[in-house]
């Protein structure tokens, strides 16, 4: 199975400043016929089921404010909120969805300084 | 609009078995696959297995291989989770959910959630 190692376990950023959370797989998840990295990003608040922020890695779901980017390749990527605002309190998980069993990381709790 | 609705909260004991629906709406049901996801207490997300709504086909996680059973009915546009043989490790809120697209396990929409306690 592929192992997602996300880093760190929590963050405390100020309004308006960058968070930047890791997440680390354990084998590519770079499928090299079409070049893509099959790699997810989520956001839970509490008592919400997860929603869906990115995916190929990079590409922004329909909705998502652009301060929210992912960038990274093969093993290695990473969720950036370029300006943190109070609503973007939650929980962040990365998913890879390049075999089965589909693995998730443990979960970056993000709160404000 | 897309949505999957599951049903209510479930006790049950241990060794008993829980069946969970997924009714979805805002779509053709057959045109993209179903999965089951579930989140116990301070533990990851955790993937169970998915179903392709055109055929029944299924796909399930090893270590949950032989306690779950994921089955349809397109008519109803509705999808069941079942897991047997229930431990107080089951404890866990399960969700359904949506690929992204089809072929690709990005999921999108997630359904509501059904908190499942395993106690005696």
């Known amino acids: 199975d592929i192992v997602m190692t996300q880093s760190p376990d929590s963050l405390a950023v100020s309004l308006g400043e960058r968070a930047t959370i890791n997440c680390k797989s354990s084998q590519s998840v770079l499928y090299s016929s079409n070049n893509k990295n099959y790699l997810t990003w989520y956001q839970q608040k509490p008592g919400q089921p997860p929603k869906l922020l990115i995916y190929w890695a990079s590409t922004r779901e329909s909705g998502v404010p652009d301060r929210f980017s992912g960038s990274g390749s093969g093993t290695d990527f990473t969720l950036t909120i370029s300006s943190l605002q109070a609503e973007d309190v939650a929980v962040y998980y990365c998913?890879?969805?390049?075999?089965?069993?589909?693995?998730f990381g443990g979960g970056t709790k993000v709160e404000i300084k | 609009h897309v949505q999957l609705v599951q049903s209510g909260a479930e006790v049950k004991k241990p060794g008993a078995s829980v069946k969970v629906s997924c009714k979805a709406s805002?779509?053709?049901?057959?045109?993209?696959?179903i999965h089951w996801v579930r989140q116990a207490p301070g533990q990851r997300l955790e993937w169970m297995g998915w179903i392709n709504p055109v055929n029944g086909n299924t796909r399930y996680s090893q270590k949950f291989q032989g306690r779950v059973t994921i089955t349809r009915d397109t008519s109803a546009s509705t999808a069941y989770m079942e897991l047997s043989s229930l431990r107080s490790e089951d404890t866990a809120v399960y969700y359904c959910v949506r690929e992204l697209v089809a072929g690709v396990f990005a999921f999108d929409p997630w359904g509501q959630g059904t908190l499942v306690t395993v106690s005696s």
């Open positions: 998913q890879q969805y390049y075999e089965t069993p589909l693995t």
């Open positions: 805002g779509y053709t049901f057959t045109t993209y696959a």
